[in-house]
């Protein structure tokens, strides 16, 4: 069984970075595939990055294409997404997922949870 907790969250103006780290244990954590969700309030769970097994493929989210960046560090057994530029329309718990596949983009295909972190972008 894999755990994962997410940190990094809190409040930013627009504009501005935030970087969010998740942190695996319970599993071996180079053997899966890592992504990262979000949810507005009355809204379904959306797809934001997700990256390999080996790191060394990613994607991204057309609306967050250029602007965030979702990194490994399978030593440190953590997976972080860094926030730039944000808007107020990136406000949202955000969650980091884990996935048996070597790399997915569909929530259903992801096999373990974390609780989320809060992001809140001000205009």
């Known amino acids: 069984q894999v755990q994962l907790v997410e940190s990094g969250g809190g409040l930013v103006q627009a504009g501005g970075s935030l970087r969010l780290s998740c942190a695996a244990s319970?599993?071996?954590?180079?053997?899966?595939?890592m992504g990262w969700f979000r949810q507005a309030p009355g809204t379904e769970r959306e797809f934001v990055a997700a990256i390999s097994r080996s790191g060394t493929i990613t994607y991204y989210a057309d609306s967050v294409k250029g602007r965030f960046t979702i990194s490994r560090g399978n030593a440190k057994n953590t997976v972080y997404l860094q926030m730039n530029s944000l808007r107020p329309e990136d406000t949202a718990v955000y969650y980091c997922?884990?996935?048996?596949?070597?790399?997915?983009?569909?929530?259903?295909?992801?096999?373990?949870w974390g609780q989320g972190t809060q992001v809140t972008v001000s205009s």
């Open positions: 997922a884990a996935t048996e596949f070597a790399v997915a983009t569909i929530r259903h295909q992801y096999d373990y």
């Open positions: 319970g599993g071996t954590f180079s053997i899966y595939g």
